[in-house]
């Protein structure tokens, strides 16, 4: 029998597309997939239809478009008539539309030109995506950024409203980009169940800082717990996301993360975290 949704995200940023990864995780109760237009070298929505298309209907499916193939390389552009043939791929490469769709990463064309024209542009993308939700090529709309800061000048007071923001989160993410994710989600007003975290491990679970850092700490006394899974816990908190997105290909490294989810935090300790956090931003 499966467990309840977890929020729990299976990302497939570097895990393989295997069916066995995706029955295991519907068993362990994660029951939403996050991908990309550019993954498995543009290939991932194709594959996922093609080991487990049968499957696919008990995920909720998130995806990106934003990075394009040009010169055997990803290239990023946020041309409208790009992102709506992207998203029109998208569905038809999954035989079905993805449930959330995403700009991926529009900081990546938006670095350098004026407020005015970032803030032109990023509307233009905003518009493609809602467009695309509008015409049934997806459920809802969002964006998700590595580097929110840059975003922030984009967003103006007429900029449309997306469903979803996904940001890093966890204890690797710095002070700077917390409290731009956190600003930008206001900005957008994203509800809270639209707030979505990804790269709890700063992309790397076996990086030698986890030998180091003693993340459970942050859990409330007489809980058994790796600290990976301290970790995963506390990326649920900074910042408050209903999501987090984690990668793995290793079925049982994902029933150690499942697990995690309902491990108590000692709110006390994670608070002070926070002041200390929130002092380095100011």
């Given at each position: 029998?499966?467990?309840?949704?977890?929020?729990?995200?299976?990302?497939?940023?570097?895990?393989?597309?295997?069916?066995?990864?995706?029955?295991?995780?519907?068993?362990?109760?994660?029951?939403?997939?996050?991908?990309?237009?550019?993954?498995?070298?543009?290939?991932?929505?194709?594959?996922?239809?093609?080991?487990?298309?049968?499957?696919?209907?008990?995920?909720?499916?998130?995806?990106?478009?934003?990075?394009?193939?040009?010169?055997?390389?990803?290239?990023?552009?946020?041309?409208?008539?790009?992102?709506?043939?992207?998203?029109?791929?998208?569905?038809?490469?999954?035989?079905?539309?993805?449930?959330?769709?995403?700009?991926?990463?529009?900081?990546?064309?938006?670095?350098?030109?004026?407020?005015?024209?970032?803030?032109?542009?990023?509307?233009?993308?905003?518009?493609?995506?809602?467009?695309?939700?509008?015409?049934?090529?997806?459920?809802?709309?969002?964006?998700?950024?590595?580097k929110p800061l840059p975003l922030l000048s984009a967003v103006g007071p007429d900029t449309a409203?997306?469903?979803?923001?996904?940001?890093?989160?966890?204890?690797?993410?710095?002070?700077?980009?917390?409290?731009?994710?956190?600003?930008?989600?206001?900005?957008?007003?994203?509800?809270?169940?639209?707030?979505?975290?990804?790269?709890?491990?700063?992309?790397?679970?076996?990086?030698?800082?986890?030998?180091?850092?003693?993340?459970?700490?942050?859990?409330?006394?007489?809980?058994?717990?790796?600290?990976?899974?301290?970790?995963?816990?506390?990326?649920?908190?900074?910042?408050?996301?209903?999501?987090?997105?984690?990668?793995?290909?290793?079925?049982?490294?994902?029933?150690?993360?499942?697990?995690?989810?309902?491990?108590?935090?000692?709110?006390?300790?994670?608070?002070?975290?926070?002041?200390?956090?929130?002092?380095?931003?100011?």
């Open positions: 029998m499966h467990r309840p949704d977890l929020g729990v995200v299976l990302g497939l940023y570097r895990a393989e597309h295997r069916r066995d990864l995706l029955e295991g995780a519907l068993n362990l109760g994660i029951r939403a997939l996050d991908t990309s237009f550019n993954y498995l070298d543009f290939a991932s929505h194709r594959t996922l239809a093609q080991v487990a298309g049968d499957l696919l209907p008990q995920f909720t499916i998130s995806t990106k478009i934003g990075f394009f193939p040009r010169d055997k390389q990803a290239h990023h552009s946020l041309e409208p008539d790009r992102l709506r043939e992207a998203a029109e791929q998208t569905a038809e490469d999954l035989e079905r539309a993805p449930d959330v769709l995403l700009l991926h990463n529009p900081e990546s064309s938006l670095a350098h030109p004026p407020t005015d024209k970032a803030r032109e542009v990023l509307a233009e993308a905003f518009g493609a995506l809602a467009q695309a939700a509008e015409d049934g090529l997806c459920g809802q709309w969002g964006l998700s950024t590595w409203k997306p469903d979803v923001l996904m940001t890093r989160a966890g204890l690797l993410v710095d002070a700077a980009t917390l409290r731009a994710g956190e600003e930008l989600a206001a900005a957008l007003r994203i509800e809270p169940e639209g707030r979505w975290g990804m790269s709890p491990f700063g992309g790397d679970g076996q990086h030698r800082i986890w030998n180091v850092f003693d993340a459970t700490m942050f859990l409330d006394r007489d809980q058994e717990a790796s600290n990976l899974q301290a970790a995963l816990r506390v990326a649920f908190e900074v910042p408050a996301v209903a999501r987090v997105a984690v990668g793995t290909g290793n079925v049982h490294h994902l029933k150690e993360l499942a697990d995690a989810v309902t491990l108590r935090l000692d709110q006390a300790r994670l608070s002070n975290y926070r002041a200390v956090i929130n002092e380095r931003r100011s």
